[in-house]
Structure formats: structure tokens, C-alpha cells
Nanobody, 126 residues
């Protein structure tokens, strides 16, 4: 059974940093795209960042570009999201996700992903 478990969320002041982790089990995701999404209260879930299996191709939402960095340790089957210069508008539940297939058409597309973690809350105070 595939499981994605996020950790590393918390409360941080604006301008601070957090590092999220997503530990995968039940399948070796080293050959799969993986991504991060987030959902703020009252809003739709939105794309944050995604990484190709070898990490050479990454995509970021415009709102986080230059501040967030996605990375992965395939040996540990773990995905990371380093978040710097956090803003109150980054407050949301953050989810990692992975598709069932090796290739997907749109790394930014929520519907391309089949497996989701339970989320970790990030709260940025002003």
C-alpha cells in the first residue's frame, strides 16, 4: 500500500524558513515525478512545485519561484520542499503527491497525481 507522509510544518514568522519532508513507502518513487500542492482555508488546492524523477526538471508556481526549492533523495524515497522568505499568504496545508504512472502530461496538474499525503500545516504570522 502506497503511503506518503509529510512532516516539517509549523508556525513561523514572516521571513522565516521551513523544510517540509515527504516520506514515501509501499513503492519506490525514484523513477516517478513527485510534487507539492497546498490548500489555504476557503481556497482551491493549488500547485506549488514538482520534480522529475532525477530532479533535473523542476517547476514552480510563480508565487513561490525564487523562494521555495524542491528536491528529492531517491535513496531515501523522500521528497523535500525548502521554503524561505515565507509570507503570510503561504499559510496553507501542504500536500505531497505522486502519480501512478512513470510519465505524466502536466507536472503542474493536480489531476495527474494519484497518491496524496495527509498534509502538513504551515502557518506564517505577520
Amino acid at each position: 500500500q502506497v503511503q506518503l507522509v509529510e512532516s516539517g510544518g509549523g508556525l513561523v514568522q514572516a521571513g522565516g524558513s521551513l523544510r517540509l519532508s515527504c516520506a514515501a513507502s509501499g513503492r519506490n518513487f525514484s523513477r516517478y515525478v513527485m510534487g507539492w500542492f497546498r490548500q489555504a482555508p476557503g481556497k482551491e488546492r493549488e500547485f506549488v512545485a514538482a520534480s522529475s524523477w532525477f530532479g533535473g526538471i523542476t517547476y514552480y508556481a510563480d508565487s513561490v519561484k525564487g523562494r521555495f526549492t524542491i528536491s528529492r533523495d531517491n535513496a531515501k524515497n523522500t521528497l523535500y520542499l525548502q521554503m524561505n522568505s515565507l509570507k503570510p499568504e503561504d499559510t496553507a496545508a501542504y500536500y505531497c503527491a505522486a502519480p501512478d504512472g512513470h510519465t505524466i502530461a502536466n507536472m503542474r496538474g493536480e489531476t495527474e497525481y494519484d497518491y496524496w499525503g495527509q498534509g502538513t500545516q504551515v502557518t506564517v504570522s505577520s
